[in-house]
């Protein structure tokens, strides 16, 4: 399978190059020519296989010529193996058409442990084939870290850097970092807001000397080997309410457009997906976009769903790539428009198409508590930012947006235990950690520190990375 640009300068190379690429070299991101479709009669096949075998058999479609299948789904269940659900992504009935697909069940109990934990297997191996060694640098406001010095520890061809904002992420997300003991696994506590991180870490990607001589890499949801995996868990909610033989929708918490666009390449797979409802917090950039046909950027305003205060959703180019018919030269005009004015608008014809895929709710603070409460009542328990999303489904169905009879699938992104004071506050009880994280709160800390310039973290690299 080849790979192109969103922006149209870039590609086509292989699926290896794509993922240790991360971000094309035209600014875009990349996308395979073309998604590999499976007919009705494929898709049925996969009813009773594994979640490691449904795996392997949808990512080794975009892997062709370089991964076969009993590779990918070897890879998939290795990926898995510690995730403590046998199912991985076990569904659980709500009340009435709304089923709760619970993606937190990996080791730091998000949803991005199911994507990072392949990302890390998939980086050893193109590494390893490719005789490199790389560091991996990433800013977190807390679960992509923790998710990614989990899963890149003991892989002996990468050193990882995380730079999180000192004193600004929940205890459970530092403790997740620190208490990461491994060589070349490095948490860092920089001085300085999450913006400062991000922006320490743009200043030394585009540092083309250091960048080159540390092989520097990025595991931001830009990668498409990040959303590879977050395809497969649409297949097997779908499967499990009678698909293909029957339509689901799913509502999907959003913040990068990373997981929901995950859910558009499986319909455009063939999975039949009724609808994709989008479920943002205050931060309502997609909400707005999809009710008035512009996307206008605000400020971020902190909310008790933090993993979706995001103003500028970096996957979203994906979508307009696919909604301007893959003109990447308009895409490219578009991007350089919104990071000058904040604002561009689509065609009516471009927007009918979206619609007819995607809906789009905001829930704020308020209602985010009261829908943890009501669905407490009804005997689960979500963390903030799945409440967003199982609010949304319940509106979804009330408005008629989704049609009677057909099961909506709310995803849930986090483990209520990693969000303890929203969860406290709207239940009155603390949510208790999973059994293997009981005694996380105890675990002793290793972390560096850093001052919040490009300086002092191009210096840290430099001498703590490992010797190839
Ligand atoms: C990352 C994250 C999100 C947002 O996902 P995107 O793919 O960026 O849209 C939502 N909820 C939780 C708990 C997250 O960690």
Redesign the pocket.
Known sequence: MDYISTRGQDGPLGYEEALLSGLARDGGLYLPVTYPAFTHDEIAAMAGMSYAEIAGRIMARFTDGEIDEAEMTAMAADAYAGFTDPEVAPLKPLSGDIHVLEL?HGPTI???DYAMQFLSRAFDRALRSAGRQAVILGATS???GS?ALEAFQGRDAVDIFILFPDGRVSPVQQRQMTSVDAPGAHAVAVGGDFDDCQAIVKSLFNDHAFRDKVNLSAVN?INWARLMP?IVYYFTAALALGAPDRSVAFS???????????GYVASRMGLPIERLIVASNRNDILTRFFEQGAMQRETVTPSL?P??D?QV?S?FERLLFELLDRDGARVAKIMKDFAETGRFELPAAAMQAARGLFSAYRLDDEGTVAEIAASTGEGMTL????A?GVSAARRAIADGTVAAGVPVVA?A??HPA??QDAVTKATGTEPPLPPHLADLMQRPEKMQTAAANPDAVREMVLTMRRPA
């Open positions: 937190f998000a949803f991005k807390g679960d992509t998710a949801s977050q999907v918490p959003t913040g990068n457009f990373g997981n929901v666009f995950a769903s993993s979706m995001i959703s996957n963390d903030p930012h799945s967003v995803l992104c986090a990693k969000f």
